[in-house]
């Protein structure tokens, strides 16, 4: 059946804390980062789907999203302390991953079948998603680097090389500002309300691609590029592969290398 997937953004700021009862507080620490008190301006990216209204030419009035979006998620936690405000989270951790799961269960009550995917964002590096039909949530963190890189391939000839590459071709190379996004994918765990400790992610990226990548001149000095093109696409891949199949100790469920704002790649390794 045909369809078409409609998305409105929306936000709110709220508070929390991570005094969790059964953790440590050297636990809790290690797990969240920080557990004082602070807060954060959260995104909200809602997508439902459904079939194009033959006279409206629309899935849903966006006026009718952005009323439930303000009803069920800006009234409800805007200018809020998650803790002691929002009983669900006197019992769960006000994690990311916990805050949306909330969230989600609150449009799904609204929107049943059409609710598509539920994006929370509590800064510009940090998201996670829930989509219908998947068991596991979506954890997003995103890093940058610098590299200096030259597309040739020694097969093709000179002229080929210069049609094929343009300005990348370059003979002595040039530089990109890269940014690179981790997406894991796993249940939420009970007692933590995280997929994962950020933390162990960043430490395994920071490692293995982001330091190791970052300064360098990808050609040169990266043993993977000696006989591989440093395309986004195959930085993707090569990140893929240096960071195994659980970075952090969530499942690897894509990278995406941006190579510009305008020149994206994804890979799957599986
Ligand atoms: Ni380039």
Known sequence: MAEAFLTRRSGFSAARHFHIPSMT?????????HTGAHGHDYLIDLTIR???????????????????????????????????????????????????????????????????AVALAEEE?????LRAGREEMYVTRTYRFCAGHRLHRPELSDEENR???????????????????ITVAGGV???TGKVCRAGDLDDVARREVIDYLDHRNLNED???FRDLNPTAENIARVAWERLGERPGGAALYRVRVYETDRNVADYYGR
């Open 25 to 33: 507080g050297d636990e809790a620490e290690r797990t969240y980062g």
């Open 50 to 116: 459904g079939a194009i209204d033959p006279v409206t030419g629309m899935v849903e009035n966006l006026d009718t999203m952005k009323e439930v979006l303000r009803r069920e998620v800006a009234d409800h936690l805007d200018a809020v302390f998650l803790n002691r405000d929002i009983p669900f989270f006197g019992k769960n951790a006000p994690t990311l991953e916990n805050l949306a799961l909330y969230v989600h269960r609150r449009l799904e009550s609204r929107y049943g079948e059409a609710l598509h």
């Open 125 to 129: 590096d940090y998201r996670v998603e």
């Open 163 to 181: 049609a094929c590459f343009g300005k990348c071709n370059n003979p002595n190379g040039h530089g990109h500002n890269y940014r690179l996004e």
């Open 189 to 191: 765990d009970e007692r």
């Open 222 to 224: 990266i043993e993977e």
